[in-house]
């Protein structure tokens, strides 16, 4: 099973790729990848994060180009070179990502005349044509919308089965049509992605092919007839007109044999010197936006990572933690007493949250590097003859020394140091507060390594005197590196937690990425 | 008008004395820097120099009387800059801030001329009424997120209309409680009272702005909004907090331009936004390069006031006031823009 089964049939063939490599300076995406995607079926393309399935994708719609391989699609054969957007469109592909590129406030037909073209009437558009040609081809991919509706007042699926009968909107009888879709139901609902999978399985009946990227295993098992699994840029499995089990599609993406990763460690005690520890943030059933009704409880010194797939809530759970989205139901608890709503009020209660995007909701540009490490602290600085400002920068140069950021002096714009120095000063803003919970929130996206370390050392240290970190990530090895116990959030809700030996990032990757409950949890009764 | 300059400038200057290392922007200690800073300063003494000297004007310009009046006649617009950077400090612009100076004018003519209200009673109630329309603009804009621009272009239309109602068209002249003209026109040390007035309203804005955490938060709202909120600033409310404000100073302006001109003219004050937008774009560029800040603001009134005076009494036509206005704001928005972005590029 897990070795490559033999080719499918070369003129069954429409896309295939060969001995694919890319390198991003030191990063291997990837490392001599291999696919081959038969004509009529639904071809999945699995693995866990960063093992090149969307540099794949990119290469193929032409937004990077391959070091070495080769393309095949319907006939013609390219170098890696020698591809490009234009040349996979000629051929056939047809992509649609994650942002569907609909313009939400026009209407359905206005959709697919921007980018097929308006037909003209004389020296004007002619509506009715448009109209009719859009219904029918709302009809053939069962759309129940009339053509006149603006996208957005369509329903999530159907937006993405909108922009699917766009990007196939001039597929003729005999022309074959490969449809990629990268990761087509990661920001629907449930049961918004199984409509969307049942049409999408509709289509392929009839004869559409399609390579589809997805992280979750259930969906890609409903609705596939071959998978591709690459891990660390490789391809490790090639299934064809074969249904896998999710466990064993699992195995071959975080590579530990079947069984391993299922047998406890010999229950191993939780990890950690704060076991003892009273908790110091608690919350209970919060319910609101994605979250379902999340428990969690973090104690003093102690650093907790939360896992999940991108639209699991991870985020969510951080900013209403933080208060700045009202539960619908549920409690936050610091040092035991309740927290009242609203953020200011969740940061006098000990809270400080460092936000994912840096950029746009932790930055303030044009204000000095001072300003914005004193933009927690103002109040301190006041006197009722101004600003204490020789404190204030005398205080900011302790901080930039203490947390190592790169900077000419305090008074430089934030705007001018690097990603890593950023988010090191916004780290130190919130930790000159001393904070008794600190919550970060992809605390080292688009940082660079030394900085990384940096950042890693210092919420050690934070923890270690005491605070209570948790820490959202998409980066398994991150959490692995950094947490003492780390939970999976699925659908709303803590599926598991593990720690201890058990947490490793191959057991992460196969929690994460597993969508049902038989993953066991740690320390379980197997 | 050299004096209240001097003043103004000396307040800046004790702050800059106060934090030796200096240089609050990212010029550093740098020549380019001090010659941000110090650009516009620079230029208004110029063209004092330049008008002084040349055979034109120098028999008028350079005169005490002339000084007097020019600063005198340019309190209501300097209120009114002052009031107009409030809102810009987080953002937003208020467009209806001449209207409301106009309608807080003849509000409180009206009130004494119709029904008889006694002068501190009409004042307050038009300051009232001009911090009242900003609370409506700060609602509309903040809390329903309508575009500041339009809102307040809307509001300052209907103002406009419900001056010419109130007024039927007709400038009030009578009734007018004459302690407040005299006020208008009365000097102490030499200058006109209501300049007083307005350094003032300079710094007092100066300390809320630059000195206060209240001042500093709003900076950090025009900045980036969405970080400012997740630093604990309650973004909209303090938004709507520098439309009231501006509203009431606002409505001070229309009094102090009713106290000046001793009668109300129903008009919509598009003629008192106009300056005071200038102003306050090229006070942007100055003190504080790349933010809007009081001292720099009156900076910008005294260029553009001074340089229009010194054209008309060099002999320059009635067009050479509109055309100078419309250049300044052309200028002092490309120059800010320019700032706002060389100091992002610009690496310390």
Sequence with gaps: ??????????????????????????????????????????????????????????????????????????????????????????????????????????????????????????????????????????????????????????????????????????????????????????????????????????????????????????????????????????????????????????????????????????????????????????????????????????????????????????????????????????????????????????????????????????????????????????????????????????????????????????????????????QKAVLARWLRREPQVLLLDEPTQGVDVMSRGDIYRTVRDVAAGGCAVVVASSDLIELYALCDRVVVLRDGRIATEVSGSQLTPDHLTELTQSTAGPVPAPGGTR | MSLTNTETVATAAGNAAAAPPADRRGGGGSWRGHAERHALLGLLVAVVAFFSLYPDSAQTFFTSSNASMLLGNQSVVALLALAVILPLVTGYFDFSLGAVAALSSVLTAGLMSFHGWSLWAAVAVSVAAGAAIGAVNGLLVTRFGLNSFVTTLGMATLLGGLVQWYTGGQTILAGIDPALPQFGSATWLGLPRVVFIVALATVVLWYLLAHTPFGRRLYAIGSNPRSARLVGVRVDRSAWTTFVMAGALAGVAGVLQLARAGSATADNGTGLLFPALAAAFLGATAVVPGFFNPVGTIIGVLFVSVSVSGLTLSGASSWASPVFNGAALLVAVGLSTYLGRARGVRTG
């Design chain 1, 1 to 422: 099973m897990t070795s490559t089964e033999t080719a499918p049939v070369a003129t069954d063939v429409v896309l295939r790729i060969t001995g694919m490599t890319k390198r991003f300076g030191a990063t291997t995406a990837l490392d001599g990848a291999d696919l081959a995607l038969r004509a009529g079926t639904v071809h999945a393309l699995v693995g866990g994060n960063g093992c090149g399935k969307s540099t794949t994708i990119k290469v193929l719609a032409g937004v990077h180009r391959a070091d070495a391989g080769r393309i095949e699609v319907a006939g013609s054969v390219w170098t890696a070179a020698g591809y490009d957007a234009r040349a996979g469109r000629a051929a056939g592909l047809r992509f649609v990502h994650q942002d569907l590129g609909l313009f939400p406030e026009l209407s359905v037909a206005e959709n697919f005349a921007l980018d097929a073209g308006y037909p003209a009437a004389g020296p004007g558009i002619s509506w009715r044509r448009l109209h009719q040609r859009v219904a029918g081809l709302l009809e053939a991919y069962e759309i129940d919308a009339s053509p006149r509706t603006p996208a957005g007042a369509l329903r999530p699926s159907q937006r993405t089965l909108v922009a699917i009968a766009r990007a196939l909107q001039d597929q003729e009888r005999d022309q074959q049509l490969v449809l990629v879709l990268d990761e087509p139901t990661a920001t629907l609902p449930q049961h918004e992605s199984q409509l969307l999978l049942d049409a999408v399985r509709r289509r392929a009946d009839r004869g559409q092919t399609v390579l589809m990227v997805s992280h979750r295993m259930a969906e890609v098992l409903s609705v596939s007839d071959d998978f591709t699994v690459f891990r660390d840029g490789r391809t490790v499995a090639t299934l064809a007109g074969v249904r896998p089990t999710e466990r064993q599609l699992v195995d071959l993406m975080s590579g530990t044999a079947t069984g391993a990763a299922t047998q406890p460690a010999a229950a191993s005690a939780p990890a950690g010197p704060a076991t003892a520890e009273p908790a110091v943030l608690e919350v209970a059933g919060l319910v609101g936006g994605p979250l379902r009704g999340v428990d969690l409880a973090v104690r003093r010194g102690e650093i907790v990572g939360v896992a999940g797939l991108v639209g699991s809530g991870r985020t969510s759970l951080l900013k209403t933690v933080f208060g700045q989205h009202e539960p619908v139901a549920g409690s936050v608890r610091v040092d035991g007493a309740p927290a009242a709503p609203g953020t200011p009020a969740r940061m006098a209660a000990g809270i400080a949250y460092v936000p994912e995007d840096r950029g746009g909701e932790a930055a303030f540009p044009d204000l000095t590097l001072r300003e914005n490490l004193s933009a927690t602290v103002l109040r301190r600085y006041w006197r009722p003859w101004g600003m204490a400002r020789r404190r204030e920068r005398a205080e900011a140069r302790g901080l930039i020394g203490a947390h190592a950021v790169k900077a000419a002096s305090s008074e430089v714009p934030f705007a001018a140091l690097s990603g890593g120095n950023q």
